[in-house]
Nanobody, 123 residues
């Protein structure tokens, strides 16, 4: 079992930045691929970014376009998502998730999820 807890969300103006953190507890955090997803009101949950268990490979959704960066610190059992150049359409609840698969963009591949953290971008 892996327990995940996100933090770092908040209200920011267009063009601003936030750093989301996801703290993991439980077994073998370093053996899981870690992903970030988001869900806006009335929309489907969508993939944002993923990082391999080693941290050496990452993959991003097209809409990220160099604005977001995913990273992890296995010594701290934490994965991060740096959000830069935020836009109102980035407003959503952001979730981190753990998967035994590598670099999966499919939310069904993730067996463990956090409770989410709200990101609101004002125009």
């Amino acid at each position: 079992q892996v327990q995940l807890a996100e933090s770092g969300g908040g209200l920011v103006q267009t063009g601003g930045s936030l750093r989301l953190s996801c703290a993991a507890s439980g077994r073998a955090f370093s053996s899981y691929g870690m992903g970030w997803f988001r869900q806006a009101p009335g929309k489907e949950c969508e993939f944002v970014a993923v990082i391999t268990w080693t941290g050496t490979s990452t993959y991003y959704a097209d809409f990220v376009k160099g604005r977001f960066t995913i990273s992890r610190d296995n010594a701290k059992n934490t994965v991060y998502l740096q959000l830069n150049s935020l836009k109102p359409e980035d407003t959503a609840v952001y979730y981190c998730a753990a998967s035994e698969l590598t670099l999966s963009t499919n939310r069904h591949a993730y067996g463990y999820w956090g409770q989410g953290t709200q990101v609101t971008v004002s125009s």
